[in-house]
């Protein structure tokens, strides 16, 4: 089972987690320091829906932004 949107096809994205460390500058640090950068996946929330298209009812997974327009 794919975890993409049926209708508008929003899919999954690789984002960068970056954990930093010390205390910032404008608070009276040396600066905050990068130790660690981790990719990680972003999928969207897809919740399934019945739709009826032509008479016929089709269970469809979509995402909640399309679902709320569809609503």
Request: aromatic content about 0%.
């Amino acid at each position: 089972m794919s975890k993409v949107c049926e209708m508008c096809g929003k899919g999954p994205i690789v984002v960068n987690s970056v954990v930093r460390r010390g205390k910032a500058r404008a608070a009276g640090g040396v600066g905050r320091k990068v130790t660690g950068v981790t990719k990680t996946r972003q999928v969207p929330n897809l919740q399934p829906l019945t739709v009826t298209r032509g008479g016929i009812s089709l269970r469809v997974r979509v995402c909640t932004k399309c679902r709320r327009s569809l609503i």
